[in-house]
């Protein structure tokens, strides 16, 4: 039996969406149980038998500072929510709520594994292989050094094996052009430490990689800053939305246009899907003791059962086990005094 | 009469495109010139009355180190195009050859406006109002410091100010966050500086932007560093390959989806059209004592006419003396001694 713990008062949608999720979830996963956590009030009406209502006196707004969030409301939803993994009740903890005090409330909770100095924020872009690539960080961290990025590389090869079943997937540095010359201090650096590691056989380490290469999914991950990953998924779904957006207008420009609209709507339809951002909903939080997933704000319920399967996917495979395990045989590359932490400013959404 | 300067043997596609739009260039354009810049034996075929051929011994190939470039082949078809302006005999010059020796020779000849420490690229994306965002910088700096991205502001407005004749264009600062204390250190301050500048009327400065804004169109002008500009650049890209890939791949699925697709095409073509990269080529290289323009490498026949037209329209309308008397206007905050400059690593390709 896997246990997870809902954070049912996240999101944009509380309650209305993260509830209905959950009891398509449960429906699918009979070994699933789940900790229902927020108001009693807002999660009375829900009632199945391999959940249980785990009472929260307060939510952490989607506008709140990191601060409020971990300092005033200590009995939010989101904090209670990460306290059941804490505590081992369960398996891992899903939340649609503000990213920056998900980060801050998990780290806090939590802790950081040994050799890791920052979690970060991994997602799933989808590509044209058909499949996806997990980009990390997504916002957790502004100016990152070699030695975070390097950890980064670790810990998204042990997510995406366990994920995907790739045993040795391949790594890319996200860089402004595939020569090793190319890029900052800090990237030239980095590039360094991949391929150090890459020696070792702790990664299979494919090169600089470029932003087009998400997309192409050139390699299983991407890594890069939290800033950078930021505007480059941003940046995705605008166009994502352009196009769309476009499309739609295109085609209800006029009668002849709105006939063709019936006649490719299928194909159109089948495109959508596959490019579907929905499906690959369910952001892990890595580098934490203990496993967090982190859904989007806007997550309707599809998307948001996305994240519980994410979750559950993860928890069933050991995903912390095999981190952890990862980052203890980097642990020479990884010394500590390698890395200088500096607190950056976590994205409200990533 | 407005001469321009072509590097004619730079590009993917060296002479075949880049004279084929140079007559297209001068079919549409009665009051232009053209200096045409390359190996005599590559050009000799082309004739036309406005058209003189500038015979150059050596050509930058899209691989060569930028020392080699700059250092190694002082007679290049890139370099006696740039020559030119210098001299005055063009008042623009455009190529589509390697951007990081482009850049170098550029600064190397040209040298770099007062008040300004490193020109910047910038270029324009298509938004979902139709229109273009203009972004930069595209990669000709990484590292950028606060002041830096001050300039780039400027610059900017300037140029758009020129080519889409909006007085006061607004400018985003490309950050992962909307609020004020969101970024690195180097984004906040950016930011402060950005806020001055509105202040003292030198910017129309809107605030803070994410990377879905470049595409939503919501400012006219969005500054980041370019490295950044340059993974958000080619993530779009991507984003945009994949998604037309996909709809080549559905539609020609079965015969039912050819079928549809021969319904849908006209409206797909339009859409098409108006997301067309192509339109939207020729990027601005800012800061230089004269006008450079890059075209993207890979630009077939109607892109690269794009990069004439838009080198046409900048000399046509002074862009030069425009972005000098911002610069100039803007110089208490560009003090000298504000920034630091440390040479980044270019792009090879933007």
Redesign the interface.
């Known amino acids: 039996m896997i246990t997870l713990a809902v954070d049912c008062m996240g999101g944009d949608h509380g309650p209305r969406v993260t509830l209905a999720a959950c009891r398509q979830f449960l429906d699918n996963h009979p070994d699933a149980r789940l900790l229902l956590v927020g108001l009693k009030d807002s999660l009375q009406s829900f009632s199945h038998e391999r959940a249980t209502v785990v009472p929260a006196t307060e939510v952490v707004a989607m506008d709140d500072p990191v601060e409020i969030a971990l300092r005033r409301k200590k009995d939010s939803s989101m904090r209670v929510a990460i306290q059941q993994v804490k505590d081992g009740t369960a398996a891992a903890a899903v939340s649609a709520g503000n990213t920056g005090a998900l980060m801050a409330i998990a780290r806090y909770i939590l802790k950081t594994l040994d050799g890791i100095d920052r979690p970060a924020i991994a997602t799933q872009m989808?590509?044209?292989q058909g499949g996806a690539t997990t980009v990390l960080d997504l916002?957790a961290n502004?100016?990152c050094s070699a030695e975070h990025l390097l950890q980064f590389a670790v810990m998204g090869s042990a997510l995406v094996s366990v994920l995907k079943g790739v045993e040795e997937p391949t790594v890319g540095l996200?860089n402004?052009?595939e020569?090793i010359?190319?890029?900052?201090?800090v990237?030239k650096k980095a590039g360094e430490l991949l391929r150090s590691a890459a020696n070792s056989g702790d990664l299979n380490f494919y090169g600089n990689v470029?932003?087009?290469?998400?997309?192409?999914g050139t390699v299983d991950i991407v890594v890069?800053d939290?800033?950078?990953g930021?505007?480059?998924?941003?940046?995705?779904?605008?166009?994502?939305?352009?196009?769309v957006?476009?499309?739609k207008q295109?085609?209800s420009?006029n009668i002849l246009?709105k006939?063709?609209?019936i006649?490719?709507y299928?194909?159109?339809k089948?495109?959508m899907n596959?490019?579907d951002y929905r499906r690959y909903n369910g952001a892990a939080l890595l580098g934490l003791r203990g496993l967090v997933f982190k859904s989007h704000g806007s997550a309707d319920t599809m998307a948001f059962e996305q994240a519980l399967n994410r979750a559950y996917d993860a928890a069933r495979n050991n995903l912390l086990d095999r981190v952890r395990t990862r980052i203890a045989h980097a642990a020479p590359l990884l010394a500590p005094g390698n890395a200088q932490p500096t607190p950056?400013?976590a994205?409200?959404?990533y």
Chains 1, 2 share one sequence.
């Open positions: 989808p590509n044209a916002g502004v100016d996200l402004i052009g020569e010359i190319k890029g900052s201090e990237i470029e932003g087009n290469d998400i997309f192409k890069c939290g800033f950078v930021n505007v480059a998924l941003k940046a995705s779904e605008g166009v994502a939305s352009m196009v957006g476009g499309l295109e085609f420009r246009t006939a063709a609209a006649v490719a299928p194909v159109l089948a495109l596959r490019m950056g400013a994205a409200t959404t």
